[in-house]
Nanobody, 124 residues
Framework: QVQLVASGGREVPAGSSLRLSCVSS????????LAWFRQAPGQERKFVAG????????AYADSVKGRFTVSRDDFKSTVFLQMNNLKPEDSAIYLC?????????????????WGQGTQVTVPS
């Protein structure tokens, strides 16, 4: 069983930076492909960024490319999402997800384990 706990979200002004963290309590963290999704009120959950095993590959939604960076520390069983130049449209609950996948998938149904989410608010 893998448990994921996300943290780091808060309210920040537009143009600010935040780093989200997601810590896993399960074993074999290094074998998981990890992803961040976000969900705004009344909207579908959307893929934000993902990182493969051993940081082999990363993938980003077009809306965050050049502003967000996903990384992982397998020794600390943690995946990070560095978010720069935040915009009001980035406001959402951010959730981390994991599964033993060969590559990063943008489809949420491919991920078996989910964290509880952390709220990011960027007022307009």
């Amino acid at each position: 069983q893998v448990q994921l706990v996300a943290s780091g979200g808060r309210e920040v002004p537009a143009g600010s930076s935040l780093r989200l963290s997601c810590v896993s309590s399960g074993r074999s963290f290094a074998s998981y492909t990890l992803a961040w999704f976000r969900q705004a009120p009344g909207q579908e959950r959307k893929f934000v960024a993902g990182i493969g095993r051993h940081s082999s590959r990363t993938a980003y939604a077009d809306s965050v490319k050049g502003r967000f960076t996903v990384s992982r520390d397998d020794f600390k069983s943690t995946v990070f999402l560095q978010m720069n130049n935040l915009k009001p449209e980035d406001s959402a609950i951010y959730l981390c997800a994991a599964n033993e996948l060969l590559q990063v998938h943008t489809d949420e149904s491919r991920y078996l384990y989910w964290g509880q989410g952390t709220q990011v608010t960027v007022p307009s």
